[in-house]
């Protein structure tokens, strides 16, 4: 049973446009909801988190959207570049407790 | 600090041959994680340790997986029997106990014919 479900799976964006992935999850425990991003043949590296308390976390280019009600969490990548092509995971956690993964968004940025 | 450290980083096996993958925590990071990525499955958790005890093995696919963590700088992820459906990369990730951030290693990539 997937505690976090992703989508979409692959996402294609072009230069300068927005990536937009989405992340929904059931569980009301869970208090911690990061992004992973991962590049080929290198482990995933955390990018962004954010505690439910707030709605809205930005880090530079990167936007964690959270909607506590909905029960859904969303990254947006503004003017998208190919450097960021490489697969997204979301993740959900209890307090400090193990990470729930989406299965990944593979991005692809073209010039 | 040299992050989390896993070898070998690429291991080819026959079937049926024990596998034994390792990983060096980074220091004063209590909690370890053994992950597995495939893409049919993407990231699993296979188990993880807190202060070298198993919290949590319900990951472990079956008995011919086993892990240890004899100390506080060193975990084993063992495969004996393997077999070609546990070809897939195996991923070590360690958390201070105060912090939520799992910091991940490079990776084994393991493939049994």
């Known amino acids: 049973q997937q505690q976090v479900k992703q989508s979409p799976q692959s996402l294609i964006v072009q230069k300068g446009g927005i990536s937009i992935i989405n992340c929904a999850y059931e569980n009301t425990a869970f208090d911690y909801f990061p992004w992973y991003q991962q590049f080929p043949g290198k482990g995933p590296a955390l990018l962004i988190a954010i505690r439910p308390d707030v709605s809205e976390k930005k880090e530079g280019r990167f936007t964690i959207s959270f909607n506590k009600s909905a029960k859904q969490f969303s990254l947006h990548i503004m003017d998208s570049q190919p450097g960021d092509s490489a697969t997204y995971f979301c993740a959900a956690s209890k307090p400090l407790g193990r990470l729930y993964f989406g299965r990944g968004t593979q991005l692809t940025v073209w010039p | 600090d040299a992050g989390v450290i896993q070898s070998p980083r690429h291991e080819v096996t026959e079937m049926g041959q024990e596998v034994t993958l390792r990983c060096k925590p980074i220091?004063?990071?209590?909690?370890l994680f053994w992950y597995r990525q495939t893409m049919m499955r993407g990231l699993e958790l296979l188990i993880y340790f807190n202060n070298n005890v198993p919290i949590d093995d319900s990951g472990m696919p079956e008995d011919r997986f086993s892990a240890k963590m004899p100390n506080a700088s060193f975990s084993t992820l063992k495969i004996q029997p393997s077999e070609p459906r546990d070809s897939a990369v195996y991923f070590c990730a360690t958390v201070r106990d105060s912090s939520y951030e799992q910091y991940f290693g490079p990776g084994t990539r393991l493939t049994v014919t």
């Open positions: 220091s004063g990071h209590n909690s």
